[in-house]
């Protein structure tokens, strides 16, 4: 069902790593020029662009394209009472997690009447993509809705696709979770036509371009996400779930069986790998992965999504050999379960999340850790973080001199500025200190 991938005694150089690590055959680039047409296609002509693409990738006629305030309000109403505890409690976890990402205002003193201040201001504007598909993700509606709440954004749009099954509407408690946060500005629309609509608006339907875009969505949101980037900041071009465990011969490999298992349920292209040192771990997780993937109510995809080339057990010599390979893969989920899990986590540098110990399960992270789940895969945890306040944030230097800093460097400023052949910068030091100037 799954492939192995044996590294054991080879010598594990950054090209080899690379070259072993398993992905998806999803490619962003190629998705590029049809999601540059949709794009276009919505910047110039607006609703009747997204009504059209909702009944091409929908199959739906939206009723609204901008859901009405009541049906917000009644979709709050209809949750299950115990889906409504659960988010509410989520809410609770991540609004109190996402706090201390908020940075507080820092004044450096660099010496007499010289002082330099940093600031966090929030954008002003921000959308939200939350996916449809295969599944529904109100949970995707706190992660991305808490922090720019936190970080103190005052205007919060959510896009999400119009569902058939609920009349051309976005999914009930897609809707009920919104409304939980206090967002009413929601839309039945999706996939690169919602994000060009969140980047440069749409009029008609009330809908103001944002400064900031985040979520999780296919790859042609991940590609619309990558054309948009300048117009507007995206948090990262998120593609399919990725699960990767570090794990030793102490594991249990049940657990490890049912976690790749969970993850590898989203879609036929998530990853679902295990790297360990041990091959009777291996032996026993691949033996349960059968019996799992028959028991389960997704089974089908989950045999699909392990028996692809993005899915593997890989075999190493050792833990310091795992840690070089999960490394150099850079999962979106890092699950560490070994005999001395704060050794391994001290070496580890790439990764979205990463779970310590038998009882921290990725499946607690996507709900009710209090961490946030929009994470960067494909390796981009390389050089993006997950999405947090600081998404929703810019610093800001504030740069206040006496008179009497300024002189103390107004001689280097002069001599830099000579330097550089550019005299007026001197020049506009110096007018500070002529006779006539106060």
Do not use: C
């Not at 875009?213 to 948090?235: E, F, H, M, Q, S």
């Amino acid at each position: 069902m799954i492939q192995t991938i044996d590294l054991r005694g080879a010598a594990l150089t950054p090209q080899r790593l690379a070259a072993s690590v398993p992905r998806a055959a999803v490619d962003v680039a190629k998705a590029a020029e049809s999601a540059a047409e949709l794009i276009e296609d919505v910047r110039a002509n607006g609703m009747v662009a997204l009504v059209e693409q909702a009944r091409r990738f929908d199959r739906t006629d939206p009723v609204h394209l901008r859901v009405p305030a009541d049906a917000i309000a009644q979709a709050v109403e209809g949750l299950d009472p115990a889906v409504r505890e659960a988010l509410q409690e989520a809410i609770r976890r991540v609004r109190e997690a996402t706090a201390v990402q908020v940075p507080a205002e820092q004044v450096t003193e660099l010496g007499a009447g010289a002082r330099v201040r940093q600031r966090w201001q929030p954008v002003g504007r921000v959308g939200l993509y939350v996916p449809g598909g295969k599944a529904v993700y109100p949970s995707s509606v706190v992660m991305n809705v808490v922090p720019a709440q936190t970080a103190g954004v005052g205007s919060i749009a959510i896009a999400s696709p119009a569902q058939r099954e609920f009349g051309g509407g976005v999914h009930p408690t897609i809707l009920g979770a919104a409304g939980l946060l206090g967002v009413d500005e929601v839309y039945a629309i999706g996939g690169a036509g919602a994000i060009a609509a969140l980047a440069y608006g749409v009029p008609e339907i009330d809908l103001d371009p944002v400064d900031v875009i985040t979520g999780p969505g296919n790859v042609y949101v991940a590609a619309a996400k990558r054309l948009v980037r300048g117009v507007v900041a995206i948090d990262a071009e998120a593609g399919p779930t990725e699960i990767l465990v570090i794990a030793d011969s102490s594991a249990d490999p049940a657990l490890i069986a049912a976690d790749l298992v969970s993850q590898a349920e989203h879609d036929e292209d998530a990853a679902a790998v295990l790297v360990t040192d041990s091959p009777e771990l291996a032996s026993a997780v691949m033996r349960d992965l059968e019996g799992r993937a028959g028991l389960t109510k997704h089974g089908d995809r989950v045999r699909i999504a392990l028996g692809s080339q993005q899915s593997a057990i890989v075999l190493v010599d050792d833990m310091a050999a795992a840690i070089a390979f999960s490394n150099a893969y850079g999962p979106e989920h890092l699950e560490i379960l070994t005999g001395d899990d704060e050794a391994v986590l001290a070496s580890i540098t790439n990764a979205g999340a990463i779970f310590l110990g038998a009882n921290s399960p990725v499946s607690l992270g996507d709900y009710l850790a209090g961490s946030n789940h929009v994470l960067p895969t494909g390796g981009q945890s390389r050089f993006t973080a997950g999405l947090g306040a600081t998404a929703f944030l810019r610093s800001q230097q504030i740069i206040e001199y006496t008179r009497e800093g300024l002189q103390d460097v107004r001689d280097r400023i002069v001599s830099l500025a000579v330097a550089e052949d550019l005299p007026a910068h001197g020049e506009a030091v110096l007018a500070r200190f002529d006779e006539h100037t106060p």
